[in-house]
């Protein structure tokens, strides 16, 4: 009779937290510019960010200059060194609205090709898929159906994908329509098992819109559409209670410590009364939050944008944002404890 009680006064205590680390400073510092494009060629919405292999190289998703890559013939994956400069891109004219990205334990990138309403009419039968590369961009498999299928069939609109440690391929699928679930795959592609429906209990999802795994293979999902993180064992089973305390998450990210790094780039007064867009740093073990990079334009509905919806943390602790509006890459860097 007192898990209840104590679990409430643990939420309520993790809410007054983030007020707290909202009113104050920021702990990182903004590097500005320090992913360099080519010349001639300018950032488009960014949304999938991840670190390389070797700890230090980011590789991003790039929607080719604009917020989709219909008719575009850029390539969309991006990986620039530790300097910020670009090294590798390739996946010119394979992907309409890249969502998502991945590296796994090999090295391999794993990009998710959605495509949510009104971004353009794609041309038929692309999009709705998830592509494995190569670190040289020589593609590896591709998952889904081209154009998109609901259930039974997969996928329409993939938000993210991940590969645990024994290589099994789990991919989050709705991005705010009928469908919204977890596909689990075998190392070779094979459907093993799918949870999850549109719904707001325990279990069910409203915009899957992030994966992301902890040290001790429990899977977390960024319900963002229900302002929750939900956690899972490998097989679909809930551990815990939904946290709340992270705000409404777009991406979600671990460090070597187990600490969960969140993005939350849609809250505002509308959507979620009473908390700001940021990234939220905390604890994965108890879910208590330590530190809050607040975005500087203070009201979500300006018009200078709404911030990273994924997040990267290299090897020495710098944190990376990959922001669709504005359009950019932004790097962060601890400069207190």
């Known amino acids: 009779m007192t898990r209840r009680p104590l679990r409430h006064a643990f939420l309520w205590a993790t809410l007054l937290a983030s007020a707290v680390l909202s009113a104050q400073e920021n702990p990182y510092r903004t590097v500005e510019n320090w992913a360099r494009m080519p010349e001639g060629r300018t950032w488009g919405s960014t949304s999938a960010v991840a670190v390389d292999r070797d700890g230090s190289s980011i590789w991003v998703a790039e929607r080719c200059g604009a917020n989709s890559c219909i008719g575009s013939n850029l390539p969309t994956v991006l990986k620039f060194d530790a300097s910020g400069k670009l090294v590798t891109s390739f996946g010119a004219g394979m992907f309409i609205f890249p969502h998502g990205i991945h590296v796994d334990r090999d090295g391999n990138i794993w990009v998710a090709d959605g495509m949510p309403p009104g971004r353009g009419t794609p041309p038929q039968g ?8 190569s670190p040289e961009g020589k593609m590896l498999m591709t998952l889904g159906t081209p154009g998109g299928a609901m259930e039974p069939g997969y996928f329409f609109q993939p938000n993210a994908v991940l590969v645990a440690p024994d290589g099994a391929i789990f991919v ?27 719904g707001t209990a325990p279990g069910e999802f409203d915009q899957p819109h992030a994966l992301a795994m902890d040290s001790k293979g429990r899977l977390f999902v960024g319900d ?3 302002n929750r993180i939900q956690i899972f064992d490998q097989d679909g089973k809930s551990l815990t209670t939904p946290w709340t305390q992270f705000g409404k998450p777009s991406g979600i990210a671990f460090d070597g410590k187990d600490q969960i ?9 509308i959507q979620n009364p009473g908390w700001e867009e940021g990234i939220r740093i905390g604890d994965a073990k108890t879910g208590w939050m330590s530190a809050f990079i607040m975005y500087p334009w ?6 200078a944008g709404n911030g990273a919806e994924f997040v990267a943390i290299d090897r020495d602790g710098n944190v990376y944002g990959g922001e669709p509006r504005p359009k950019r890459l932004q790097k962060y860097v601890r400069v207190r404890p």
Do not use: C, M, Q
């Open 298 to 303: 203070g009201d979500p509905r300006d018009t």
């Open 261 to 269: 790094y969140v993005a939350d780039s849609e809250s505002d007064d």
């Open 172 to 198: 989050a699928e709705g991005h705010g329509g009928a469908n919204s679930r977890i596909l689990k795959f075998t190392k070779d592609g094979k459907l093993l098992k799918t949870w999850g429906k549109k």
């Open 126 to 133: 692309t999009g709705h898929t998830v592509v494995k590369f």
């Open 224 to 226: 963002r559409g229900n």
